[in-house]
């Protein structure tokens, strides 16, 4: 299986510089401007090996401290003991972290919350876990950052008409019913947009797009095998296809001619007045 189907330290790590690269400055400063003098508290969901810390935190007034959730110990572990960020006056950060299913989180585990942040995280989701996120959040009265949630386009460039034949069966993967667990996939994003404007809040939504090509051609090619094979996985139809489409776009991505532009939403929500 290719890292884009499972969660692996090694995908995190591959990923993380173009996540960077995409997430929204302009949310980000928002929600910065939002916040009380410090000290403050963040609460990052799904935090995996700490990507999301890692880009913010610099972004943030101190002192600052960061609750870990995910419930993959393993790479929280890893998290906590990476080289930490530190804020935006060069000091210090401190992080720990909750080990748990998000579909367990009540409004009392973010108590003291000054934000609440999620990177690359909406899509795997499933109804249940968006809602008890979305609950404690508006409960615990915590603006929330959660980005990079995967819309489902995706552009290749050169275009070739397989393309979205590949797209097609990839988003409906994405919604796939793995262990009883229905994800959202490109829903996700939409639905806690929705939850949260029900509550009463106010939502602002930035597009952020990863731009893969030939300056990072580890993440383009991984992510292509990955996007093929899961496809394949949804529509076994494609089998024979994805032969000959897989050795075009491989050997474009040889040549450095392949991009490929994948589309992603940031949502900033904060409560009103
Ligand atoms: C695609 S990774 C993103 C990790 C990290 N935010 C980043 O941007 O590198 C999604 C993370 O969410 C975690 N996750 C997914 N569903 C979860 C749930 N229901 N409860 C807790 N963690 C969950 C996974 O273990 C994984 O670390």
């Avoid at 990072?216 to 496809?231: M, Q, S, T």
């Avoid at 075009?248 to 409560?271: C, N, Y």
């Amino acid at each position: 299986m290719s890292g884009i189907l499972k969660v692996s330290s090694d995908w995190l790590a591959l990923r993380e510089p173009e996540d960077a690269d995409a997430r929204s400055l302009d949310l980000a400063r928002t929600v910065a401007a939002m916040l009380p003098d410090g000290p403050i508290v963040v609460h990052d969901l799904g935090s995996g090996t700490g990507s999301m810390m890692r880009w913010l935190a610099p972004l943030l007034p101190g002192p600052q401290t960061w609750i870990l959730h995910d419930w993959n110990a393993g790479l929280i572990e890893r998290a906590i003991d990476a080289t930490r960020p530190t804020d935006r006056d060069n000091a210090a950060i401190s992080a720990r972290s909750e080990t748990g299913n998000l579909a367990d989180l009540r409004a009392a585990d973010l108590a003291g919350a000054s934000l609440v942040t999620a990177s690359a995280l909406l899509d795997v989701l499933t109804s249940r876990d968006t809602h008890a996120v979305v609950n404690a959040c508006v409960e615990a009265r915590s603006p929330a950052l959660f980005t990079l949630s995967v819309t489902g386009e995706v552009r290749l460039g050169p275009r070739d008409e397989l393309d979205s034949a590949f797209e097609h069966a990839f988003n409906a993967h994405q919604q796939r019913n793995t262990d009883g667990r229905q994800q959202l996939g490109r829903y996700g994003a939409p639905i806690v947009q929705g939850l949260f404007t029900q509550a009463g809040w106010k939502v602002r939504q930035s597009t952020t797009v990863w731009r893969l090509d030939h300056r990072r051609p580890r993440l383009l090619r991984e992510w292509f095998r990955g996007w093929v094979d899961a496809a394949v996985e949804q529509d076994p139809g494609l089998r024979a296809a994805a032969t000959g489409y897989r050795q075009l776009r491989e050997s474009q991505i040889d040549r450095g001619e392949l991009t490929a532009h994948v589309r992603h939403v940031d949502l900033l929500a904060w409560p009103r007045g």
